[in-house]
């Protein structure tokens, strides 16, 4: 029995050779091929595990911004990662203040820059990944809607107008409403938000009109990111 067996290992173990083991021995027998396997038809190798497309946009959330900050200060400060002002969101609260910032990077690659540059220039700000959820989510301002703060509990559209008379803007997108004051103060504070047709526009409504007054109240112009 054990020549079958050599003769069947010093053959390439063909059908004929293995069914005689069989029948002698009473055993299956699996045949080995000697010759390479050939890969199926139409077969394609899947890429490298740590093969990662960086081409694609690339989202990061900023956190540790300040209340005033502009886009173009961010932008600059990552100067070297192709942002742009269509690049950038300012996530507001109910009350406006900015909690983060949304960044939208050309590619991967931008992104890893921008973390180096976080680390490099002192970690004055926090770069987290997001995704495009979080940056569909928040609204975009680009620098031409101002809030305007401090008025009276009676202020209505009328007094947004004449707040703003001799300044260019859309009269149909004043909107007036009232929101809880800071650290949770008893009376609701009136807020109005105006958009302009653009970022010159509002800006030349905050520098005309932030400080003034309206029924005797001092108002304060913020320009909304």
Known sequence: MTSIVRAAL???????????????????????????????????????FFD??????TYGKLFGIRKHVLKTDIINFFEDCNLTLEDVKLDYNR????????????????????????????????????DRSQWDIVKPYDGKTILIQGMHRTASHEDVVRILSGCEFDSSSINVFLRSGDWG????????TVRFH?????????????????????LSIQVLQ
């Not at 990662?52 to 946009?57: A, E, P, W, Y």
């Not at 939208?104 to 921008?114: E, G, L, M, V």
């Open 10 to 48: 010093r053959s390439k173990c063909s059908s004929s050779v293995c069914a005689l083991v069989e029948r002698n021995l009473g055993l299956p027998v699996r045949c080995f091929s000697t010759e390479a396997a050939q890969p199926p038809l139409n077969s394609t190798n899947p890429p490298p």
């Open 52 to 57: 990662v497309d960086h081409s694609g946009v």
């Open 95 to 130: 009350s406006f203040s900015p909690v983060s910032m949304l960044l939208q990077f050309p590619t991967r690659k931008s992104y890893d820059n921008a973390i180096r540059v976080v680390v490099k220039k002192g970690r004055l700000y926090r770069l987290d990944r997001a």
């Open 185 to 192: 103060a008893a009376e609701p504070i009136k807020l109005a």
């Open 198 to 218: 653009s970022r010159t526009q509002a800006m030349n409504a905050y520098i005309a009109k932030n400080g003034t007054f309206c029924q005797n109240n001092r």
